[in-house]
């Protein structure tokens, strides 16, 4: 148990259909992440929430929205997805943006056919 | 900017023998430094970190990794490779204040 979980694990969609991928962490964290992970590819640092605040948005394209209704909620919308958006995505937190150590959720697995 | 470059996308060892996974790191200023694991179908477990303590790290399940500043390396070993062990590895570093910054990762075999 890391404390951070994601739903669903796995989620299949098609192209035109609108998905949400949630993380919900119980360690009292202000700090929270999604990270993309594909296959042969180092780790994509997509967004990061302080405080319910988006500070980065590493030039993700907008068809992946995120939201931080609070602290310990990250939800990442998926609207008009591409077959190459497939792969596991990744929800992390820490104490605070730059902590040193961040604990991550089981992801979710998601195709895109 | 910081970096980390894991030399070796694969490696793959005997069980019972020594496990040495190879990380170096690029940063301007003192770095944190990082070892996580991700087992299949799973999420990334810290294996153990770096924070400009002792420079000899030791972490969960044996492992351990040294820093050494004038390498610019983090190298992950262990001394008896277990099955359990395989596994991908990743190094990362960040620097106080900013974010991680992952490696490309290694992926362990070990054979019986």
């Known amino acids: 148990e890391t404390g951070v979980t994601q739903t669903p694990r796995h989620l299949v969609m098609g192209m035109t259909n609108k998905k949400s991928l949630k993380c919900e962490q119980h360690l009292g964290h202000n700090a929270m992440y999604w990270y993309k992970q594909s296959a042969k590819k180092p780790l994509e640092l997509m967004f990061v929430?302080?405080?319910?605040?988006?500070?980065e948005n590493n030039s993700v394209p907008s068809r992946f929205s995120p939201e931080c209704p609070n602290s310990s909620h990250l939800f990442l919308h998926l609207h008009t997805l591409q077959p190459e958006d497939s792969a596991l995505y990744l929800c992390?937190?820490?104490?605070?943006?730059?902590?040193?150590?961040?604990?991550f959720g089981q992801g979710t697995r998601l195709t895109v056919v | 900017a910081q970096s980390v470059t894991q030399l070796g996308s694969h490696v793959s060892v005997s069980e019972g023998a020594l496990v040495l996974l190879r990380c170096n790191y690029s940063s301007s200023v003192p770095p944190y430094l990082f070892w996580y694991v991700q087992y299949p179908n799973q999420g990334l477990q810290l294996l153990l970190k770096y924070t400009s303590a002792a420079t000899l790290v030791k972490g969960i399940n044996g492992f351990e990794a040294e820093f050494k500043k004038s390498e610019t390396s983090f190298h992950l070993t262990k001394p008896s490779a277990h099955m359990s062990d395989a596994a991908e590895y990743f190094c990362?570093?960040?620097?106080?204040?900013?974010?991680?910054?992952f490696g490309q990762g290694t992926e362990l075999s070990v054979k019986p």
């Open positions: 990362a570093v960040s620097v106080r204040g900013g974010k991680l910054i």
């Open positions: 929430y302080s405080l319910e605040e988006r500070v």
């Open positions: 992390a937190s820490s104490q605070e943006v730059g902590s040193t150590e961040a604990f």
